[in-house]
């Protein structure tokens, strides 16, 4: 469980201030601190017995520092240079559009039928 240790004292870290992101409102950031502490039991529950402990590391340094958080700045900022647009915080990816969630705004399963995409891609 040490891993879930390091998720939790750095989402403590980023929802306390210590890691700062001026860009983002502050409410952003309290639903950023609750998401990342929902995903990192949930995926403590799933993974503990399935992963070895670095793999499941790895993980939650990936995806809380580097999704959650803003990860790589320069890369960041390289983005929003060429672009005008800070890049997605989060990518989803659903070849068959089959997503059951119906989040609002999002294109998935928007529609009648389902698309799939070629093997090659």
Known sequence: HAAVWAGERYI????NGIIQDASRPPGVTADLTEFGR??????????TKRLSPNVLRRLLENFVGGIMLGGNRPAIDRFFEEHGTYPPGFLT??????????????????????LGLAFYV
């Not at 403590?12 to 929802?15: E, I, P, Q, R, S």
């Open 12 to 15: 403590y870290f980023a929802g």
């Open 38 to 47: 929902a995903i990192l039991h949930t995926a403590d529950r799933a993974f």
């Open 93 to 114: 990816i659903s070849p068959g559009k089959t997503c059951n969630l119906r989040c609002t705004g999002c294109y998935a399963n928007a529609g009648p039928g389902t």
